[in-house]
C-alpha cells in the first residue's frame, strides 16, 4: 500500500504539489490524470524517490519514502519498475541485453540459467519471442515499450510506474499495451500506477482515478463516477466531449446511462407510452474495464418537459436539464 499524506513540492517559487493525499491500495491500477502541468509526473517522481518534497509524507507498505537515505531509498526504487513514454532502449543492446539491464546495475549475473530463464519468460509474456535479439531500431513504438515493460518487470517489483507510457503510441498499439498491463496486475499481483491524460487509459484499465488541477486533488473515486456525469467545471474542460451545437429551442435533457442500466431501451420505451417524437442531439457511450457507460441528449418540446421529467423518474434513470 501506498500512502500519500499533505504532501507539498515547490520548484523555486511555484508550487507545483499542493497538499496532496491519496491511498494507493495494493493489487489495484490507480490513475493519476489531469491536463498537462497539473502535478501528474512529479507526484510520481516523489512516489519513487527521483524527486524529494518539501514537506507530509509518502510511506510504502509503512516505510518511509525519504531521499535523503540512499540506501533505504535504493531498496525501496528497486521494488518500484519504471515505465516511461520515451522508451530509454540503448540502441546498441538487443531486446535480451535491455531487459537484462536492471540486474546488471544490481549485480546479477545474466548469463546463468536462472537469468536467462526470467528474461526469456518476461519475453514471451510481452509478446516478443521472435525479437529476442533485434536492437531497438527493428522495433516500432509498441514494441519498443513492451521491451521497456519487460525490462520494469526483470527485477520482480511490487509495484509498477507509468508515466504517460502510451503517449506516444497510435491508438490501436495503445490498446494492445493497456490490455498487456491489465494481464500483470491480474497474473502477477503487481499494483500499477498510470499518470496520463488519455481518458482512454483511464476507462480501459484503472479502478480508481485522482483527477489533478493546478497541483491539487480536485477529486478521487471510481473513473465512470468522476467522468459520465462530471460535477466540477475542471472536468468538463478536461473531456471536451459536450456538444456546442445543441438546439437553442425546446429543451435540452441529458440521460446517463450506467453500467447494466446502459442497455434499457429507456428512449424508444418514452417515445411509444408518451407518444412522442424526440431529436436525439448527441450521444456517447464508451467502455469502463467491463461496462458500457454513457449519455444523451434529447430535444423535447418544453410542452413536454414535465411528462419526459416524470417518465425519467420513474425508470429511475440519471438526468439533467441543459440549460
Known sequence: MIEISHVRK??????????????????????????????????????????????GSITVDGARVDSRDKAALRNMQKRMGMIFQSFNLLERLDVYDNIALPMKFWGIKTKTEESRKKIEELIRL????????????????????????????????QFLLCDEATSALDP??????????????????????????????????CSKVAFLH????????????????????????????????LPKTGVNIQ????????????VTQMARELG?????????LEDFRENVYGSLVLNVEETDREAVSRFLQSKNVAWEVLE
Open 276 to 284: 412522442k417524437d424526440f431529436s436525439i442531439c448527441w450521444a456517447k
Open 255 to 266: 440521460i446517463f446511462f450506467m453500467g447494466e442500466d446502459s442497455g434499457e431501451p429507456v
Open 10 to 55: 515547490s520548484f523555486q517559487d511555484l508550487e507545483v504539489l499542493k497538499d496532496i493525499s491519496l491511498m494507493i491500495g495494493d493489487r489495484e491500477i490507480y490513475g493519476i490524470v489531469g491536463q498537462s502541468g497539473a502535478g501528474k509526473s512529479t507526484l510520481l517522481r516523489c512516489i519513487n524517490g527521483l524527486e524529494p518534497y518539501d514537506s
Open 214 to 245: 493546478g497541483g491539487s486533488v480536485l477529486c478521487e473515486g471510481r473513473p465512470e463516477e468522476l467522468f459520465i456525469r462530471p460535477s466540477l467545471p475542471e472536468i468538463k474542460s478536461f473531456l471536451r466531449d459536450s456538444s456546442d451545437l
Open 126 to 157: 510481452v509478446g516478443l519471442e521472435e525479437k529476442i535479439h533485434a536492437k531497438p531500431r527493428e522495433l516500432s513504438g509498441g514494441q519498443k515499450q513492451r521491451v521497456a515493460i519487460a525490462r520494469a518487470l526483470v527485477l520482480d517489483p
Open 172 to 205: 490501436e498499439i495503445t490498446k494492445g499495451i493497456l490490455s498487456l498491463l491489465q494481464k500483470i496486475n491480474r497474473e502477477m499481483g503487481i499494483t500499477i500506477i498510470v499518470v496520463t491524460h488519455q481518458m482512454e487509459v483511464v476507462k480501459q484499465i
